[in-house]
């Protein structure tokens, strides 16, 4: 008859906090015009001068992604009438990484003025340009909370761990990271984007061998 070794399961769990280092930016363009295309070709315009002047400020291109180009007609409801064309909107978003966030606030203001009043920040969003550091480190906080809770319970039954004979990984999370720190002093002053900290948890099931 095979004897099974003896041990003991503990789970652990770990987190690392780091400062945000990427930005990303959704910018939309909406052009309101007469016909077809004016609304396309002024649509286009705005687009273009906000990823130059990006470009110019040394965002790579692969940094700047053009998505959900759309055209529709706008209608109105005329008594006798019934539905007619009053217009058509053209409309597009950039999606922007930055990667430098001390200069951001001022790409994002010259951004908007290139862009002018068809211009529509659509949201900011903090996070890592390297995540699997930060991941890292909370996956080994998590393996040594484990470590020191499978320890502690092993001397409390007069034994000692041996190998981990299994390591099963529970999926862990980023915590929100707060844009609580975005202000404007004054109207005619850019945005302020404070990056603060954001942290990332991480958890583990860990079965060690128990030897006397």
Not at 202 to 209: F, G, R
């Amino acid at each position: 008859m095979t004897e099974h070794p003896r041990s003991i399961a503990v789970s652990g769990s770990g987190t690392a906090e780091a400062a945000p280092d990427l930005l990303t930016l959704s910018i939309g363009v909406e052009c309101r015009r007469a016909g077809v295309e004016a609304a396309y070709g002024d649509a286009a315009r705005a687009s273009s001068a906000v990823t130059e002047v990006l470009r110019g400020h040394g965002v790579a291109n692969a940094d700047i992604t053009t998505s959900g180009l759309n055209i529709r007609a706008e209608v109105s409801w005329q008594e006798g009438r019934g539905q007619l064309v009053s217009g058509y909107l053209a409309s597009s978003t950039l999606r922007v990484r930055l990667r430098d966030l001390a200069a951001s606030s001022g790409l994002i203001a010259v951004a908007v003025a290139a862009g002018g009043d068809d211009v529509r920040l659509n949201g900011l969003e903090l996070g890592f340009a390297d995540p699997g550091a930060v991941e890292a480190a909370a996956r080994e906080a998590a393996w040594n909370d484990a470590r020191g809770t499978a320890e502690h319970f092993a001397s409390l039954a007069g034994a000692r761990l041996g190998k981990a004979l299994s390591v099963t990984r529970r999926p862990g999370s980023a915590a929100p990271i707060p844009l609580a720190g975005m202000q404007r002093a004054v109207a005619s002053e850019p945005l302020t984007v404070e990056a603060g900290s954001s942290s990332v948890s991480a958890d583990v099931d860990v079965v060690w061998e128990l030897l006397d």
